[in-house]
């Protein structure tokens, strides 16, 4: 009688869960080739808009972009700021004036999935309820007001079982307080399924950062994959 | 012929967008893409030739096109270089030059080297200037941006460093470039082409230039602003016909011409407003001092555009443009003919003030198609051009110009 009665609230929750992820989450994915399992949004941008080849630890690194759709839209809105035409005009001056090269331009998240898991380097993004095999996906650390945190010790989440059977993924996004010493003191959940969300809480409030002069707030994105 | 071979391949290329998408190709498994871009345009104008066309009668000549290949050798490294030809009026005739050629060493993020034939960094737009799918408008303001003196500005054969940072404390990213090296003026310019009224052949128009760029993208989501500097040392020989003495050995120098530009650019969802202030001062000495010229030319504009849907686009512009001159030397008195003394910029010989109007029409990703009226007051030819040409005037200036714009650009 009591599984009754939590069985709906359950399925409700899983509903809006994976409903919210189909209105225009992204994930990152990028090749295994590429070592760190996390970058900053400074990275991603340096790597998408400044031509930047390599991170910080001597991965290559090679951007490809959607032609169109909601994870492009997402993407663009999230973590360049442009809009799809300003992000063209942007290429093109990069091209004629020889300041860059045009990115690679896929048509479909499936062809970039599949263009990332067979091109070493390369880092793309798909709509977060693609299943993504051969690739990994990652977390994006927010740069807060102060300088980026380098993450010295990731837990990860454990996926609950019943939404893995379910084949029911998603991205869940947090903003992490994080002290000097470089513990995490908070974190508040922005979005994404809620069940999962307490997973990914419970994983990130283990997770220890360098130390830095001062504490740092940054938003965490966090991708749960069945199949993986 | 070649015009309409050219307008046909524009119309093709336009048409058959699937062909024109990406590329790329590898060779020793590096990757190597090829770009062009072509335009043709239409002038007409009511009462004086503009841009050293026959624009009163209408004019097609407004045609030029590019096309580069570039490389990345390593993750650092990457090669490129552009060709680019055009011909507008009088100006530029179908004579093909590098438009940049360089190598490019991106050591990290906030620093960076490049070397060869480099485009010149100078306010928001002078190195894109010829890319006109870039831009809302068919002309940029010419006070700023005068398409007949692209070459004074364009590029040099030198150096550049640059860099991007970011700023702590949420205060946005900073962007600067410093260069030196040398610019070389075509014997197709509009500056070679205007002294050839006065019987000067240029046979080298060339200058040692160095200045740098710093831009800062604030916090204010959508607000640049930025300054520019350039200075440069410019060294003009050739030949000059006079009356009393034939042909002659001419020579001008100028050691201390300098640029200061300002601008500021606010972008947010469909519009964009942008302003740009220009001072350049030329301080010339010809013939060994028998003759000197200050040339005080000061422009400014403010610009706005709108996206009303997808494919159209559209903006308006306000730019003025004014200069004033000093004769002295020797042959003062002689010059004082050709070049008045010029310090009252109300007189339409020494400025022009020009509102504009368009609208872009994107007809696919990679064509377009805009419609840009101008109405100018003045025609601001003094002792430097400005779009306005005795040559095609040879009837003397009116002091009002009303033009239509017609052009058609495409890209891949």
Redesign the interface.
Known sequence: MKSHRILPLFAALVMFGSLHARAGDVKIIANPSVRPDSITVTELRSIFLEGQRSLNDGSHVEPVLAKRGPAHDAFLRRYLDKSDSALRNYYRTLVFTGTGLMPKVLASDVEIATYVAATKGAVGYVSDDVQVQGVKVLAILQTGTNAGRRLVTRVEPDYPETLQRLQIGGTVRLSVAISAKGTVDSVQLLGGNPILAVAAIKAVKQWVYAPAPSPTTLEVSISFTPNK | MRRQTLILALLYLGAVQSSL??Q?FKVFNR?V?V?G?ASQGFLYTDQNNWLTTHSSQGSAAFTDF?A?V?M?I???F?V???VYDRNLGDLGEWHPSID???A?Y?WK?WFGVRGGK??TVLGLHN??QD?D??HTFALLPQSIYPTDLRDATMAHLGGDVYG?I?L???LGDLSYTGYVGRRRDSSHSGYAYFVMKYGVNNSDLTALQYGGDLRWKTPL?GLLIGASRLNQQLTDTGTVTLAPLGTIPFSAVSKSDWTNQFYGQY?A?RVRLESEYRRFVHDQTVLNGMLTTVSDVRGWYVAGSL?VTKPLEVGSYYSRYSITSVVGGPLSFLAGSLFPQQTDTSLPANHIYDKALTARIDLN?FWNVKVEGHFMDGYGLSSYPMGFYPQVNPQGFKPNTNALVLKTSV?F
């Open positions: 998408y990406a790329d990757v893409q770009h871009f590019g580069n570039s990345q390593t993750d650092k990457r490129g270089v552009q940049w050629a360089f490019d991106r993020s480099v485009k190195n894109t890319l799918f870039l991007n970011s702590k404390h949420g989501r972008a969802g996206r990703r890209n």
